[in-house]
């Protein structure tokens, strides 16, 4: 299957957020990162759920900042700002939803997957 990625920014409030979108076509999926950043892996997870005819995207939940070592991966932790975190969140969820039409799921990977019941809590549609 032919699938098309690109990085495209989210206006999350009045900040320029980017974010991966792998599209297969189909259902979306909502993949949120751990706290290492939107790392390669993240991509190619992406690209793999893509290629099985979702439409994926995943915000870059730190700004582009990539952590290699757990202790980089605390820092940014303690200077993130959960508030702005879980607009960008929202705001992907709601981008997503006006690309594809039916369901539509979230998968999260340690910090993102308190965010993905977050979430799921908050916002089940």
């Not at 990625?5 to 206006?11: D, G």
């Not at 759920?49 to 439409?55: D, H, K, R, V, W």
């Not at 939940?61 to 929202?90: C, P, W, Y």
């Not at 939803?97 to 916002?123: D, P, Q, T």
């Amino acid at each position: 299957m032919s699938i098309q990625t690109s990085e495209i920014q989210l206006n999350v409030n009045n900040k320029k957020v980017n974010a991966y979108l792998a599209n297969g076509g189909g259902a979306g999926i909502l993949l949120l990162h751990a706290w290492w950043g939107l790392k390669p892996f993240f991509k190619q997870v992406c690209n793999q759920l893509a290629e099985q005819g979702f439409t994926v995207l995943a915000p870059d939940l730190r700004d582009g900042q990539i952590a290699n070592t757990i202790d980089e991966a605390k820092a940014l932790m303690e200077k993130s700002d959960g508030d702005f975190i879980g607009a960008t969140v929202f705001t992907a969820k709601d981008h997503l939803r006006e690309m594809v039409k039916g369901n539509m799921g979230v998968i999260g990977f340690s910090m993102g997957a308190a965010w993905a019941l977050v979430a799921a809590s908050y916002k089940p549609e």
